[in-house]
């Protein structure tokens, strides 16, 4: 492992990237890599494709899925899966995968400053937090997508975010994510 690497494997903070910057799939992967320890996770993309502001993640599975990456996959554009799914969801994914960390996806909203970014966070994810809608945490690992800025109803999610927007956030977030499976493979395989 890296000097880079044994540097990152401390931090417990969220990390912040901008969709446009350089080496933002780059940084996508090497974060996910450090806070997954080296395991391939299962894959949750939280998101309707009703909304262009909360299909982010399920475009992300979408990608993913396009990808033929290596590992359980729930959420794209085909099937979603909502944040009121999840109650539903989780007695099943500790039943299929009860050992395997959880990488969660979602969209969410923040300053005007923010738009654009991609948080990358160790811990679990609060689906729904945004719009004032309370679901229990999920997940080990976290990204979440700026899409739209908050406002006092919570709902320019849902009329102001722009499509490119949305597409660009989640190739960039699905290609880090592959990096980092690839990465995991070649930590795993390395003697």
Same mark, same amino acid.
């Given at each position: ?17 901008? @969709? ?14 450090? @806070? ?9 993309? +939280? ?70 970014? +991609? ?23 976290? +990204?979440?997508? +700026? ?7 919570? @709902? ?32 795993? @395989?390395?003697?």
């Amino acid at each position: 492992m890296n000097r880079f690497l044994k540097k990152v494997k401390n931090l417990t903070m969220e990390t912040t990237f901008h @969709y446009r910057a350089e080496y933002t799939k780059e940084g996508i992967a090497r974060i996910l890599s450090t @806070y997954l320890c080296e395991e391939v996770p299962v894959i949750l993309c +939280i998101g309707s494709d009703l909304v262009i502001g909360d299909c982010l993640a399920p475009l992300v599975g979408s990608f993913l899925r396009e990808q033929k990456i290596s590992t359980f996959l729930y959420g794209t554009l085909q099937q979603t899966v909502t944040a009121k799914e999840l109650p539903k969801l989780e007695p099943f994914l500790n039943k299929i995968n009860p050992h395997q960390k959880r990488l969660v996806i979602d969209a969410a909203i923040g300053s005007k400053e923010e738009i654009g970014t +991609i948080k990358v966070r160790r811990g679990a994810l609060h689906p729904g937090s945004g719009v004032n809608k309370r679901f229990s945490p999920i997940g080990d690992v976290s +990204i979440l997508g +700026i899409v739209a800025e908050r406002t006092v109803t919570g @709902y320019s999610i849902h009329d102001l975010t722009r499509m490119k927007l949305i597409y660009s956030m989640a190739k960039t977030i699905s290609d880090g994510i592959c990096l980092a499976l690839n990465l995991i493979s070649q930590e795993k @395989y390395e003697i």
